[in-house]
């Protein structure tokens, strides 16, 4: 008898696995099956007669069991977060083996349960074992088989009560669609009133049940093939990796706009409207670290350091690149050759903008302002009060320069020469024109610099550079001269 229900219960099962795997499919959604084959071992109930089977037996006993077949079958929905609704229909069978009872107990539950996954348990997961704990609330049907109770002869009752079952659980998934599953549930029933026209019986119903099943996914519901929460009819990227967030139509998020994923962008803070390539950085034609839409010198050699808008390090400022300035220190504001130093078109190491004698002959020593030997400098600006030979305020910045150029300069002299324009009597011209000529010279040597290096001549007018007939010539022959000594 054990042995036959045992067959009919495993044809079931078999039968329910073949219907589930039917319609499972290889990206499951949320619905799912589970056929489990196991045991039952229910626990001693104590058992209250009131029947004409129990005359010359004990009408207060306990029954005990020995562990019996157990089936179920659930229905079940994998939700988002960690809550799972199942439905489980399950049978058991266990023989009564008791000194004062002989038959076996037959059970059929209904249960609504609620599951809490502790990781995640849809079949596409790439975990390996994932627990779960819950509850379920339902029906039993309980039914005494072949039952007697001493010598009397056997009979047969059922009753339906309302019960109660825990259970935890372990899930293995074996493919995307399979799972293995190893399940406990026990289960407290109501207590069976179990009643005829011939008395009554009161008894009770609590059972362990173990469980070895096999996790099907279904092919029913709202399908989202690649589980990322947007159904598949409103999926406008159908194929997104697990666990990557997504927005309302499917795709996964993409911040900077760029037509790359925020999970596979490596420059996530692209400007809008840049090309990109395929990590999502815009492109770099010279790989020099700067992307094309903002790089103003786009072949920049390979390894040569740049600035933020992509063009070679130019340190000074001076429009040489640092790579083929020779001079990288040059001051700003200086005009520089293509070597990235200061234009000197005499070529006698002052630059262009410091020479005060631009056309000094060829590989002649010069002084610090790029005067040499012979050569004649007027001091435009240094001028006297009329008819006198007190230097006027702004003589003296002029002054300080020449007094500076010749600390500079310490194998260098000077001759200065004053002139004057042709007005009034040629003697006192050259009177006037030699006290000019030391007030510069006194002036010079207060600043530092030895007298016998100042030598100081009045020329008057005899050594005129423009016409004396006009005011703007006479202005010109007005003049303190330098010319330099070596």
Same mark, same amino acid.
């Given at each position: 008898?054990?042995?036959?229900?045992?067959?009919?219960?495993?044809?079931?099962?078999?039968?329910?696995?073949?219907?589930?795997?039917?319609?499972? +499919?290889?990206?499951?959604?949320? *619905?799912?099956?589970?056929?489990?084959?196991?045991?039952?071992?229910?626990?001693? =109930?104590?058992?209250?007669?009131?029947?004409?089977? /129990?005359?010359?037996?004990? /009408?207060?006993?306990?029954?005990?069991?020995?562990?019996?077949?157990?089936?179920?079958?659930?229905?079940?929905?994998?939700?988002?977060?960690?809550?799972? #609704?199942?439905?489980?229909?399950?049978?058991?069978?266990?023989?009564?083996?008791?000194?004062?009872?002989?038959?076996?107990?037959?059970?059929?539950?209904?249960?609504?349960?609620? *599951?809490?996954?502790?990781?995640? /348990?849809?079949?596409?997961?790439?975990?390996?074992?994932?627990?779960?704990?819950?509850?379920?609330?339902?029906?039993?049907?309980?039914?005494?088989?072949?039952?007697?109770?001493?010598?009397?002869?056997?009979?047969?009752?059922?009753?339906?009560?309302? =019960?109660?079952?825990?259970?935890?659980?372990?899930?293995? #998934?074996?493919?995307?669609?399979?799972?293995?599953?190893?399940?406990?549930?026990?289960?407290?029933?109501?207590?069976?009133?179990?009643?005829?026209?011939?008395?009554?019986?009161?008894?009770?119903?609590?059972?362990?049940?173990?469980?070895?099943?096999?996790?099907?996914?279904?092919?029913?519901?709202?399908?989202?093939?690649?589980?990322?929460?947007?159904?598949?009819?409103?999926?406008?990227?159908?194929?997104?990796?697990?666990?990557?967030?997504?927005?309302?139509?499917?795709?996964?998020?993409?911040?900077?706009?760029?037509?790359?994923?925020?999970?596979?962008?490596?420059?996530?803070?692209?400007?809008?409207?840049?090309?990109?390539?395929?990590?999502?950085?815009?492109?770099?034609?010279?790989?020099?670290?700067?992307?094309?839409?903002?790089?103003? !010198?786009?072949?920049?050699?390979?390894?040569?350091?740049?600035?933020?808008?992509?063009?070679?390090?130019?340190?000074?400022?001076?429009?040489?690149?640092?790579?083929?300035?020779?001079?990288? +220190?040059?001051?700003?504001?200086?005009?520089?050759?293509?070597?990235? !130093?200061?234009?000197?078109?005499?070529?006698?190491?002052?630059?262009?903008?410091?020479?005060?004698?631009?056309?000094?002959?060829?590989? =002649?020593?010069?002084?610090?302002?790029?005067?040499?030997?012979?050569?004649?400098?007027?001091?435009?600006?240094?001028?006297?009060?009329?008819?006198? =030979?007190?230097?006027?305020?702004?003589?003296?910045?002029?002054?300080?320069?020449?007094?500076?150029?010749?600390?500079?300069?310490?194998?260098?002299?000077?001759?200065?020469?004053?002139?004057?324009?042709?007005?009034?009597? +040629?003697?006192?011209?050259?009177?006037?024109?030699?006290?000019?000529?030391?007030?510069?010279?006194?002036?010079?040597?207060?600043?530092?610099?030895?007298?016998?290096?100042?030598?100081?001549?009045?020329?008057?007018?005899?050594?005129?550079?423009?016409?004396?007939?006009?005011?703007?010539?006479?202005?010109?022959?007005?003049?303190?001269?330098?010319?330099?000594?070596?």
């Amino acid at each position: 008898m054990i042995y036959g229900r045992l067959a009919r219960l495993t044809g079931i099962a078999a039968i329910s696995l073949c219907a589930s795997n039917t319609f499972a +499919a290889d990206d499951a959604p949320g *619905w799912y099956t589970n056929i489990g084959i196991g045991i039952t071992a229910p626990a001693d =109930a104590d058992v209250s007669a009131n029947h004409v089977s /129990t005359v010359g037996a004990p /009408t207060n006993f306990t029954n005990s069991f020995d562990a019996g077949f157990a089936f179920e079958s659930r229905l079940g929905y994998d939700m988002a977060g960690v809550m799972r #609704p199942e439905v489980s229909l399950g049978l058991g069978q266990a023989d009564v083996n008791s000194s004062n009872a002989t038959g076996e107990v037959e059970t059929a539950k209904l249960f609504g349960n609620l *599951w809490f996954d502790l990781g995640t /348990t849809n079949l596409g997961t790439t975990k390996t074992l994932l627990p779960y704990l819950g509850f379920g609330i339902g029906f039993l049907n309980y039914s005494l088989k072949d039952y007697a109770v001493g010598a009397n002869p056997r009979f047969g009752e059922s009753d339906r009560v309302t =019960a109660f079952q825990l259970g935890s659980g372990i899930t293995m #998934p074996l493919t995307s669609a399979l799972a293995l599953s190893l399940d406990y549930r026990y289960v407290i029933g109501g207590d069976p009133d179990l009643g005829s026209s011939a008395g009554s019986f009161d008894t009770e119903y609590n059972a362990h049940n173990l469980y070895v099943g096999l996790r099907s996914a279904l092919g029913f519901g709202t399908p989202d093939a690649d589980h990322d929460g947007v159904a598949d009819a409103n999926d406008a990227c159908p194929s997104t990796p697990k666990n990557i967030p997504v927005g309302a139509s499917g795709c996964p998020y993409d911040t900077d706009t760029d037509g790359v994923a925020d999970y596979l962008d490596s420059c996530p803070g692209t400007l809008p409207n840049s090309s990109v390539d395929e990590r999502g950085c815009v492109f770099d034609s010279d790989r020099d670290g700067v992307g094309d839409n903002v790089d103003q !010198c786009p072949g920049t050699p390979n390894g040569v350091p740049v600035d933020d808008t992509g063009c070679e390090m130019d340190s000074d400022g001076d429009g040489v690149p640092d790579t083929r300035d020779r001079c990288a +220190a040059t001051p700003s504001n200086i005009a520089v050759d293509a070597s990235g !130093c200061a234009a000197d078109a005499d070529r006698d190491g002052v630059s262009d903008k410091l020479d005060q004698c631009a056309d000094t002959p060829a590989g =002649a020593q010069v002084m610090s302002n790029g005067c040499a030997a012979d050569q004649r400098l007027v001091l435009r600006g240094v001028n006297f009060e009329t008819n006198s =030979a007190k230097l006027a305020p702004n003589a003296t910045r002029i002054l300080d320069a020449i007094a500076d150029t010749l600390r500079e300069s310490p194998a260098f002299s000077i001759q200065i020469n004053g002139h004057t324009d042709s007005v009034g009597a +040629a003697a006192y011209n050259r009177t006037l024109s030699q006290k000019r000529a030391d007030s510069v010279r006194n002036y010079l040597i207060s600043s530092g610099i030895e007298g016998s290096r100042l030598k100081a001549t009045g020329l008057g007018e005899t050594s005129p550079i423009a016409s004396n007939d006009t005011s703007q010539g006479r202005a010109l022959n007005r003049r303190v001269e330098i010319r330099v000594l070596q």
